[in-house]
């Protein structure tokens, strides 16, 4: 199968998007020729059967010139795929889905958050196919949706058992209010008034005016290490000894599941994650039971690693092959 995919960016050091070339690797595995078209581009080693090309915002093409360029592409390089996969920007699957049916192309849209709008609504009706991770991170009803689970790599993601391991307690992600730091902070407190000594650090940004001033407004107790490019992430999850999520949004939380692959132990109250049992979940408990718990696994009671789980349910190479499988048809 010949594959144009379309995404924001490709750049591996990206702290945001950097893992997204690692799907572009897994897909070059899978098809024959793949054909990218970003936003931007950066830094990347791809082999042979990719072809990336950029709309141009990293050189500061203005957004029409943008659109020009994407017109270009996709109908310059229109013999040299079957298949169209976007990643996360319906409005790209707006722009050219009238071609992409006319010209017989199957669309797929991999979509996953929780806000629906008229963009996505409209993209809905010219896919083919609508993939997401989960039941939770997709909220308009499609007879076109396929739940796959996350794409996790989980063979970067992984033990490292000669690691050192200091006693931190991490959390990986934007800094906003709905991360709820604060209540992380007051558990990480409370484990040090009872006597262990421990770092909380926290790998990400406040981005917007609002998340600025609820990260200046956060209790003492925390360091703010900012965003950690993805390849250096396996090691900061391998040096940690708890990883805590105390956001509330019924998604699963990627970061989270990073984590569980790396093998390092997670306390979430992230309803999502109930299904892993009391080892994880602790939406149901009070901050001093959570102490307890944190305090139990900062001593060395480490529980049942989860990542079998996220290796069975999450893992990139499975997602992948069963995206190019339905796109295929077979």
Not at 75 to 83: A, M
């Given at each position: 199968?010949?594959?144009?995919?379309?995404?924001?960016?490709?750049?591996?050091?990206?702290?945001?998007?950097?893992?997204?070339?690692?799907?572009?690797?897994?897909?070059?595995?899978?098809?024959?020729?793949?054909?990218?078209?970003?936003?931007?581009?950066?830094?990347?080693?791809?082999?042979?059967?990719?072809?990336?090309?950029?709309?141009?915002?990293?050189?500061?093409?203005?957004?029409?010139?943008?659109?020009?360029?994407?017109?270009?592409?996709?109908?310059?390089?229109?013999?040299?795929?079957?298949?169209?996969?976007?990643?996360?920007?319906?409005?790209?699957?707006?722009?050219?889905?009238?071609?992409?049916?006319?010209?017989?192309?199957?669309?797929?849209?991999?979509?996953?958050?929780?806000?629906?709008?008229?963009?996505?609504?409209?993209?809905?009706?010219?896919?083919?196919?609508?993939?997401?991770?989960?039941?939770?991170?997709?909220?308009?009803?499609?007879?076109?949706?396929?739940?796959?689970?996350?794409?996790?790599?989980?063979?970067?993601?992984?033990?490292?058992?000669?690691?050192?391991?200091?006693?931190?307690?991490?959390?990986?992600?934007?800094?906003?209010?709905?991360?709820?730091?604060?209540?992380?902070?007051?558990?990480?407190?409370?484990?040090?008034?009872?006597?262990?000594?421990?770092?909380?650090?926290?790998?990400?940004?406040?981005?917007?005016?609002?998340?600025?001033?609820?990260?200046?407004?956060?209790?003492?107790?925390?360091?703010?290490?900012?965003?950690?490019?993805?390849?250096?992430?396996?090691?900061?999850?391998?040096?940690?000894?708890?990883?805590?999520?105390?956001?509330?949004?019924?998604?699963?939380?990627?970061?989270?599941?990073?984590?569980?692959?790396?093998?390092?132990?997670?306390?979430?109250?992230?309803?999502?994650?109930?299904?892993?049992?009391?080892?994880?979940?602790?939406?149901?408990?009070?901050?001093?039971?959570?102490?307890?718990?944190?305090?139990?696994?900062?001593?060395?009671?480490?529980?049942q690693s989860k990542r079998d789980w996220v290796v069975a349910n999450h893992?990139?190479?499975?997602?992948?092959?069963?995206?190019?499988?339905?796109?295929?048809?077979?």
């Amino acid at each position: 199968m010949r594959l144009l995919i379309i995404t924001q960016k490709v750049n591996s050091t990206d702290s945001n998007l950097g893992f997204f070339t690692r799907w572009i690797l897994e897909f070059a595995t899978k098809c024959e020729k793949i054909t990218v078209i970003c936003l931007e581009k950066g830094e990347y080693n791809f082999p042979s059967n990719v072809r990336v090309t950029s709309l141009g915002k990293e050189i500061g093409l203005n957004r029409f010139a943008r659109l020009l360029r994407f017109y270009k592409y996709i109908l310059k390089y229109s013999s040299e795929y079957d298949c169209v996969f976007v990643h996360m920007n319906p409005e790209y699957v707006i722009l050219g889905g009238l071609w992409w049916r006319l010209a017989a192309k199957k669309i797929a849209l991999w979509y996953t958050h929780k806000s629906v709008n008229w963009q996505l609504r409209l993209a809905e009706k010219l896919t083919n196919f609508v993939f997401t991770a989960s039941t939770e991170s997709f909220h308009l009803s499609s007879k076109k949706l396929h739940v796959l689970g996350h794409g996790i790599d989980t063979d970067f993601f992984r033990p490292s058992p000669g690691h050192l391991v200091c006693n931190n307690v991490i959390t990986v992600g934007r800094i906003t209010p709905s991360k709820k730091l604060a209540e992380m902070i007051k558990v990480v407190n409370q484990v040090r008034e009872r006597g262990t000594k421990v770092s909380f650090l926290v790998a990400g940004e406040a981005s917007t005016i609002q998340d600025i001033k609820y990260k200046e407004a956060l209790p003492k107790g925390v360091s703010f290490i900012g965003t950690i490019r993805h390849a250096k992430l396996p090691d900061f999850y391998q040096s940690a000894k708890l990883f805590l999520n105390f956001s509330a949004t019924g998604s699963m939380d990627k970061a989270v599941l990073e984590a569980l692959s790396c093998g390092v132990p997670v306390l979430t109250i992230n309803e999502a994650f109930k299904p892993l049992g009391q080892d994880v979940y602790k939406g149901d408990c009070t901050t001093n039971e959570i102490v307890d718990y944190a305090m139990k696994i900062l001593s060395g009671t480490r529980p049942q690693s989860k990542r079998d789980w996220v290796v069975a349910n999450h893992n990139l190479s499975v997602l992948i092959a069963r995206i190019v499988k339905l796109l295929a048809g077979e």
